[in-house]
């Protein structure tokens, strides 16, 4: 991976966090929870590539 | 465009998100000055040390340690701290370095241990953050709702950065044991559908994300 696709793997992350702080700040609960949503989406996704991967090294 | 100029877009991108928290009144703005002076120092030694790494991976097989740190010490290579620390005795050039030494390692281990470094840069990145939520004034359930939906973003971007060294079979045994664990120990808060209270997981859900960010700081 080179540098580039770190940063940008990393600036989308911690952008979407500081909007989940920021929706923190306000005190907007239903803000926080579409937050929290999408990274739920995020979790699945990865958790979904983790699997695939799993079965790919196992040869399933 | 070089690093600087990216490093420099990266810092006024933070800052200018640090900005709108500094205008709620969140942060002070001397503390988003930091903040993102600290994260683009973060980012600028993770992206030394891969540069450091892929042109160790670029020498012809049998260049060796020598020829490895030669090319580090090029002049112009600005690798500061980073290069600093893997000079010294014992640091070693790390299982990347190794790697890309083994017949027939070259370019593709070296590109493996990148995306090690860049998924533990990720996740370090993303573990800063929520720091910033105990300087946040709104109420203890929209903060854990916050934080959660942090932590869940950064094990599920984890995890997909990992797959692919999973599927090379470039991760050990205990490795993949553990990120498994950790997926499974989260997924209850962290998968869609959760009905598990923030408050009640967020703990939990951030410490498992740290033991993720220790699996790669030992590599």
């Known amino acids: 991976m080179k540098a580039e696709e770190i940063i940008g793997a990393a600036i989308p992350l911690a952008q979407s966090a500081l909007r989940a702080i920021e929706a923190a700040q306000s005190g907007n609960l239903a803000e926080a929870a579409g937050h929290l ?24 | 465009m070089n690093r600087a100029t990216i490093l420099g877009l990266i810092r006024h991108l933070l800052t200018t998100a640090g900005g709108a928290l500094a205008a709620t009144g969140a942060v002070a703005e001397t503390d988003v000055e ?61 299982a990347a370095d190794s790697a890309s030494r083994k017949p027939g390692g070259g370019q593709g ?42 932590a869940c973003d950064s094990i599920g971007t984890s995890l997909g950065q990992l797959a692919p060294l999973r599927a090379q079979g470039r991760l050990t045994a205990g490795q993949v044991k553990a990120i498994g664990q950790i997926r499974d120990a989260t997924a209850p808060a962290c998968a869609s559908g959760s009905a598990i209270d923030p408050a009640a997981a967020v703990v939990f859900v951030e410490a498992a994300a740290g033991q993720l960010k220790s699996i790669f700081g030992g590599k």
Do not use: Y
């Not at chain 2, 930091?34 to 012809?60: C, Q």
């Not at chain 2, 105990?134 to 939906?149: E, I, K, M, N, V």
């Open chain 2, 109 to 150: 281990a070296a590109d493996s241990a990148s995306r090690k470094t860049g998924a533990a840069a990720v996740v370090l990145l993303v573990l800063l953050l929520p720091a910033m939520l105990a300087a946040c004034a709104g109420d203890a359930q929209t903060r854990a709702t916050a934080a959660l939906a942090i």
């Open chain 2, 34 to 94: 930091m903040i993102a002076g600290g994260l683009v120092a973060l980012i600028g030694v993770v992206w030394s040390v891969i540069e450091k790494r892929n042109r160790a991976a670029a020498l012809p097989p049998g260049g060796g340690q020598g020829a490895a740190d030669s090319a580090s010490r090029k002049p112009g290579g600005g690798q500061g701290a980073a290069d600093s620390a893997s000079r010294k005795p014992g640091g070693g050039q790390g």
């Open chain 1, 37 to 60: 949503r999408a990274a739920r989406a995020a979790f699945d996704s990865g958790s979904a590539a983790w699997d695939a991967a799993n079965s790919a090294a196992s040869g399933g």
